[in-house]
């Protein structure tokens, strides 16, 4: 049995803050980096995937947290209409067509009723935590996530 080759990742995604009505934020910590916390995350599947589809999937994916159209949270996951631009890491350039340095990045919130415990995919996460954002912002790896955590007070509904 042969395997086809894995698609390109297309550099356009999104990341989605999942909180409570109090501010706390749910992290998930990478399985292939010890020390990254961060908010769910994911690309795009197909070019012309709507963004909150894909925001409703990765949250899916990534906590089995179901948001999408026709769940109870569906209303709760709001596109902020901020983008983030950023360099790819270089390890992970690999994952992209040859050139593609730079994501587009774009900002959702999910408010939940309260700390929900998520179930992970091993594979991609490791653990979990519920902090209270700032705390949050503050043990995120990346820098556009915890600046993403910090609006949060902004955006909450």
């Known amino acids: 049995m042969t395997t086809s080759p894995r ?3 297309i550099p ?9 009505p109090a501010l706390d934020v749910l992290l998930i910590r990478r399985a292939d980096a010890n020390d990254f916390w961060q908010s769910v995350t994911g690309s795009k599947d197909a070019a012309d995937e709507p963004l909150a589809l894909t925001a409703a999937r990765e949250v899916a994916e990534e906590t089995g947290i179901e948001c999408g159209e026709g769940t109870a949270l569906a209303s709760q996951l709001v596109d902020w209409q901020l983008r983030n631009i950023y360099e790819i890491y270089p390890g992970w350039r690999t994952r992209y067509e040859p050139g593609v340095t730079h994501n587009t990045e774009h900002l959702f ?8 415990t998520p179930t992970l995919e091993p594979r991609e996460h490791t653990d979990w935590q519920w902090l209270p954002y700032q705390e949050a912002a503050d043990a995120c790896f990346s820098p556009s996530n915890a600046e993403a955590i910090l609006l949060l007070p902004e955006f909450a509904r």
């Open 7 to 9: 698609p390109w990742k």
């Open 12 to 20: 356009e995604s999104v990341l989605v803050v999942i909180h409570t």
């Open 109 to 116: 919130g999910l408010c939940v009723p309260e700390r929900l």
